[in-house]
């Protein structure tokens, strides 16, 4: 990616259905509502094999308190900066607007190149420029010819890369300590809304990267961020809050939830913040066993930790409720901080955790060890009588990671009793510090499938 491209206009002109035309998938959500998008966006665009940085921004709001509008309008701002060209788009169905005028001249001032984009120019032949009627008005602007396109049906691509060619240069090298062929880890922070989920993201980066305040809600798609960190990458992704199923229902709040859903199944790693001061609530163990679900890696923050009056109970209350609510996964870490003064965790004690648990999630136990523990693990505590007859454990091997997955091979593999796979998972996770990561223990009839003529 040799240039970046920032797509900015009013709400509800076209920026995100754009935006996921040019990265050439469904990244950003898009709803008839105005405003669903607030955060900055970035993905790769390509047209025709020209690959460049692309931003989704906020509408542009004529805003300048303290509003949230005042803040998205700040998002904006920055990403025109980090910008080379900025698609400025109207919507050529509806016709100018005063809001177009106004931002069209806040434009002009900008340094970057504003290329005039007419949306929803549907079949844009002599024929139907009249149903546009904001193709005509657009020259008024004074931003040069307007380029006019389709995004949801992809029409006008064509004209888009002949403006946006000429900004390609000579690719820049890639940052110190990067491998081209390393794949950053994916970190999802997840959990209720308002519990400072965007606030860590921003911590994390250093940068007021994510939209914060305090309305509940802010966050609505899943903003994905890579950056690097003593030499290894992470893509840190920041999602929508998530509520009880029943509390969703307004149709742009299920289309994040989703989005949120989403995250966690593509993540390898997932952050689970959680607010100090109401501790771990139903909600928090939901969204906890949905990761163990989808066999993630899990770690807990306990964010607000300024505001904690007494922090030993604080601790203390979450502990118990993990080992009560979520038996699974135990030795799930737990990391105090405060996003938004800093105090406690930040990248320092954050990441390492993070690097951590995700080597354990990658790990895999040699099969001779794991044997050899078998062994023991049966001496010490035999399998029960199963309608008279004691089932034989023959063999264990581990036969994936990202969750570790391992394989026993029984003689009564049906007649081994779920109390006694716990006891072999809970020993395979103490004897081999296999801490806050699903396990999966499968068993299965036959003999040794690795012994000649077996198998």
Same mark, same amino acid.
């Given at each position: 990616m040799t240039f970046t491209v920032a797509i900015v206009g009013?709400?509800?002109?076209?920026?995100?259905?754009?935006?996921?035309?040019?990265?050439?998938?469904?990244? +950003?959500?898009?709803?008839?509502?105005? *405003?669903?998008?607030?955060?900055?966006?970035?993905?790769?665009?390509?047209? +025709?094999?020209?690959?460049?940085?692309?931003?989704?921004?906020?509408?542009?709001?004529?805003?300048?308190?303290?509003?949230?509008?005042?803040?998205m309008r700040a998002q904006t701002e920055q990403a025109l900066e980090d910008a080379d060209a900025v698609l400025f788009v109207i919507d050529a169905r509806a016709g100018l607007t005063p809001l177009d005028e106004h931002f069209s001249g806040w434009l002009r001032r900008r340094s970057a190149k504003v290329i005039l984009v007419a949306n929803k120019c549907e079949?844009?032949?002599?024929k139907s420029l009249g149903a546009a009627s904001g193709l005509p008005e657009a020259y008024s602007l004074g931003l040069g010819d307007p380029i006019p396109i389709s995004a949801e049906h992809g029409e006008g691509m064509g004209d888009l890369y002949d403006v946006l060619?000429?900004?390609?240069?000579?690719?820049?090298?890639?940052?110190?300590?990067?491998?081209?062929?390393?794949?950053?880890? $994916?970190?999802a922070v997840i959990g209720r809304p308002n519990v400072?989920?965007?606030?860590?993201?921003?911590?994390?980066?250093?940068e007021e990267r994510m939209l914060t305040g305090p309305e509940a809600g802010i966050t609505r798609?899943?903003?994905?961020?890579?950056?690097?960190?003593? /030499?290894?990458?992470? $893509?840190?992704?920041?999602?929508?809050?998530?509520?009880?199923?029943?509390?969703?229902?307004?149709? %742009?709040?299920?289309?994040?939830? *989703?989005?949120?859903?989403?995250?966690?199944?593509?993540? $390898?790693?997932?952050?689970?913040?959680?607010? +100090?001061?109401?501790? %771990?609530?139903? $909600?928090?163990?939901?969204?906890?066993?949905?990761?163990?679900?989808?066999?993630?890696a899990l770690i807990i923050i306990l964010n607000k930790w300024d505001l904690a009056k007494d922090r030993k109970k604080a601790l203390g209350q979450v502990?118990?409720?993990?080992?009560?609510?979520?038996?699974?996964?135990?030795?799930?870490?737990?990391?105090?901080?405060?996003?938004?003064?800093?105090?406690? +965790?930040?990248a320092g004690d954050l990441l390492p955790a993070v690097f951590e648990i995700f080597d354990v999630w990658s790990g895999r136990v040699p099969t001779g060890?794991?044997?050899?523990?078998?062994?023991?693990?049966?001496?010490?505590?035999?399998?029960?009588?199963?309608? /008279?007859?004691?089932?034989?454990?023959?063999?264990i091997t581990q036969a994936k990671t990202r969750p570790p997955t391992f394989v026993v091979f029984s003689s009564r593999a049906k007649g081994l009793p779920e109390a006694y796979v716990r006891y072999l998972t809970n020993a395979l996770r103490e004897d081999f510090n296999l801490p806050g990561t699903p396990l999966r223990l499968h068993v299965r009839k036959g003999e040794n499938p690795y012994v000649e003529g077996k198998g």
């Open positions: 009013r709400p509800n002109v076209g920026k995100s259905t754009l935006f996921n035309r040019l990265a050439g998938k469904r990244l +950003a959500l898009v709803d008839d509502t105005p *405003g669903v998008t607030r955060d900055r966006r970035e993905a790769e665009g390509n047209i +025709a094999g020209l690959r460049f940085k692309l931003i989704d921004t906020a509408g542009l709001e004529d805003a300048g308190d303290d509003s949230l509008e005042a803040r079949g844009h032949g002599a060619a000429p900004f390609e240069k000579d690719a820049s090298a890639p940052p110190e300590g990067k491998d081209d062929d390393e794949r950053p880890l $994916q970190l400072g989920k965007s606030t860590l993201v921003n911590r994390l980066l250093g798609d899943s903003i994905s961020t890579t950056f690097w960190h003593k /030499g290894r990458g992470v $893509q840190l992704v920041d999602t929508a809050g998530l509520r009880r199923k029943a509390r969703v229902k307004e149709k %742009l709040e299920g289309l994040s939830v *989703g989005d949120s859903l989403r995250a966690i199944r593509f993540a $390898q790693v997932t952050a689970l913040v959680i607010d +100090a001061v109401t501790g %771990l609530e139903k $909600q928090d163990l939901t969204i906890a066993r949905l990761v163990i679900k989808e066999g993630r502990a118990d409720r993990l080992r009560t609510s979520l038996p699974k996964v135990r030795g799930v870490p737990v990391i105090t901080c405060s996003a938004l003064s800093g105090d406690g +965790a930040g060890r794991l044997n050899r523990w078998l062994e023991a693990v049966v001496e010490r505590h035999p399998p029960p009588l199963v309608q /008279g007859r004691r089932p034989r454990l023959r063999y």
